[in-house]
């Protein structure tokens, strides 16, 4: 496949995790998406599409973590949003004022790595809700873990500068092996720009080659 056919833009937009979240079986995206987009978006990543604001907002990435069970929403989502996303999973809203749950949240179907200070009923509900194990740690050294890292099934891409600790805790925690890399041009804020599942992966417009291969090598699709 072409490497063009890996690269896109969401709502103009390289910053695909930002405006877009993504589970195994379906992505969340802004109404504004094309039509190209959404066709790209179902075929590479095997999923349904669901066009939707949260809070009346288009960066449903930074504000949603979800996964195969369910989803955790901003405190700032309103009863539309949580009966939409409620057609499709379990929802509950994030406690607490650190709430942008998708920027604070590294999940995939089994676990979890949040923000070192997410309150412990904000882990519970999380771990009720998505049905994982919680940890608290950073990547990076930076809280924001939801944007420094993609996790999905079957491999796990972060920062450049993860720690060896943090790295470490990654696998015990997910337990799946972890590679560095970057997106869009040297961006270390992989989460940012990169959405993945088991079944595929596209990168914001920016991303170079070099950077697709270290991608496709992270997540398990280089046979």
Known sequence: MLASDRRIKIAGSSLLGVFARCTEDLILVPPETSQS??????ERLKV????????GSSVIGSLVCGNSKGFVVTSQSNSEDLNRLSELGKVAKLPGKINAAGNVILANDSAALVHP???????????????????????GGLKTVGMCGVATNSGILVHPRASVSEIDQLENLFRLSV????????????GSGLLAN???????????????GRIEDALGFLV
């Open 48 to 55: 349904k599409l669901v066009p939707i604001l949260i809070g």
């Open 117 to 139: 200070d997410l309150t412990n009923k904000a882990c519970n509900i999380l771990a009720d809700t998505l049905g994982v194990e919680v940890q608290k740690g950073t990547i």
């Open 179 to 190: 590679e560095i890399g970057t997106v869009n041009f040297g961006s270390p804020l992989v």
């Open 198 to 212: 088991s079944y595929g992966y596209l990168a914001g417009s920016e991303t170079t080659g070099p950077e697709l």
């Open 37 to 42: 987009t959404r066709e790209m978006l179902q």
